[in-house]
C-alpha cells in the first residue's frame, strides 16, 4: 500500500508556472506507474499525464501536451508536474495517482491509490 500526500498548488495568473509535487509513503515506489488527475467543479475527474515505473516514458493529454511535464525521483519517492503556460482552463483540483497493476492506462479505473488532492487556480 501507498500513501500520496500532494504539495504546490496555488493561485497564479494565466501564463504562470507552477510545480506540483506528490510524496508517497509505503515500499517499492518504483513498482508504481504514477499519474496527475484533476477535477474542475462540475466535471468528471480527467487525465492529465502519467509516468513509467522508470521514468523513461511519459503520455499527456492532447490539453497540457507542449506545457506540462511529468516526472519522478524514485530515490526521493516523489512525482513532479512542472505547469507552464497555465490558462483558465486548467483551474481544477489536482490529483496524484499511483496504479500496481501492468497496465499503461489513461482511465481512472487502473490507479489504485490517490491522494487528497492539491487546488490550482490561474485567473487574473
Known amino acids: 500500500q501507498v500513501q500520496l500526500v500532494e504539495s504546490g498548488g496555488g493561485l497564479v495568473q494565466p501564463g504562470d508556472s507552477l510545480r506540483l509535487s506528490c510524496a508517497a509513503s509505503g515500499r517499492s515506489f518504483s513498482t508504481y506507474v504514477m499519474a496527475w488527475f484533476r477535477q474542475a467543479p462540475g466535471n468528471e475527474r480527467e487525465f492529465v499525464a502519467r509516468v513509467s515505473r522508470s521514468g523513461v516514458l511519459t503520455y499527456y493529454a492532447d490539453s497540457v501536451k507542449g506545457r506540462f511535464t511529468i516526472s519522478r525521483d524514485n530515490a526521493k519517492n516523489t512525482v513532479y508536474l512542472a505547469m507552464n503556460s497555465l490558462k483558465a482552463e486548467d483551474t481544477a483540483v489536482y490529483y496524484c495517482?499511483?496504479?500496481?497493476?501492468?497496465?499503461?492506462?489513461?482511465?481512472?479505473?487502473?490507479?489504485?491509490?490517490w491522494g487528497q488532492g492539491t487546488q490550482v487556480t490561474a485567473s487574473s
Open positions: 495517482a499511483a496504479s500496481g497493476g501492468s497496465t499503461w492506462s489513461s482511465m481512472r479505473t487502473s490507479y489504485d491509490y
